[in-house]
């Protein structure tokens, strides 16, 4: 079953720009995590968020949580042509701890 | 590099053949997984294996067999594919199965069944 669903589905911004993608998910988690994958390579890890926090930064990302919306947003600042690839978020599903995907948003930066 | 290695990178294979995909994680991780990934669709998760014990089977196709001889490699023995198994299939290994670990991937083995 899917749980994280990521909007928009596709984006396409200026370099230079801010990029925000929003995931939501149905059931309550533990964690939530977001990943980004380069044209049809592996997937790389960007942050794992825990269900009792609220926001966690890693350079120029930014991510967010709000439980109570079961939703979850990753801000990239100042963008460049390297961040373009699909960002997915995953969550762990309270009772069980595989981790469900969502179908990723896919995110070109314009030079 | 993330620690995971996968091989072939790339198959092409007749719904007849016999083939085996390997992968190989160098971190000392206990957990490894399988997953499919197909065009605009969400990440599979075929199988699971904690500490070379299979722990989860998501209802795959018996034309898919994983092996774990160890804790450090991985097999995905494949025959009699269909076209629609055509694919992207990735390894990935953490340190634990719980969802509050990050998983680390291999690069995937594109599959191609003709």
């Known amino acids: 079953s899917q749980q994280g669903e990521e909007d928009p589905q596709a984006l396409s911004i200026q370099e230079g720009e801010n990029a925000t993608m929003n995931c939501s998910y149905k059931t309550s988690i533990n964690n939530l995590q977001w990943y980004r994958q380069n044209s049809g390579r592996g997937l790389v890890h960007l942050i794992l968020?825990?269900?009792n926090e609220r926001e966690k930064h890693s350079g120029r990302l930014r991510v967010t949580l709000d439980t109570s919306k079961k939703s979850s947003s990753l801000l990239i600042t100042a963008s460049r042509a390297a961040d373009t690839a699909s960002y997915f978020c995953a969550t762990d599903e309270d009772s069980n701890y595989q981790l469900i995907w969502g179908a990723g948003t896919k995110l070109i930066i314009k030079p | 590099e993330t620690g995971v290695t996968q091989t072939p990178r790339h198959l092409v294979m007749g719904m007849t053949n016999k083939k085996s995909l390997k992968c190989e994680q160098h971190?000392?991780?206990?957990?490894m997984y399988w997953y499919k990934q197909s065009a605009k669709k969400p990440l599979e998760l075929m199988f699971v294996?904690?500490?070379?014990?299979?722990?989860e089977n998501n209802s795959v196709p018996s034309r898919f067999s994983p092996e774990c001889p160890n804790s450090s490699h991985l097999f995905l023995h494949l025959h009699t594919l269909q076209p629609e198994d055509s694919a992207l299939y990735l390894c990935?290994?953490?340190?634990?199965?719980?969802?509050?670990?990050?998983?680390?991937f291999g690069p995937g083995t594109r599959l191609t069944v003709t």
């Open positions: 968020i825990r269900s």
């Open positions: 971190l000392g991780h206990n957990a």
């Open positions: 294996y904690s500490l070379e014990e299979r722990v």
């Open positions: 990935a290994s953490s340190q634990d199965r719980t969802g509050g670990y990050e998983q680390y």
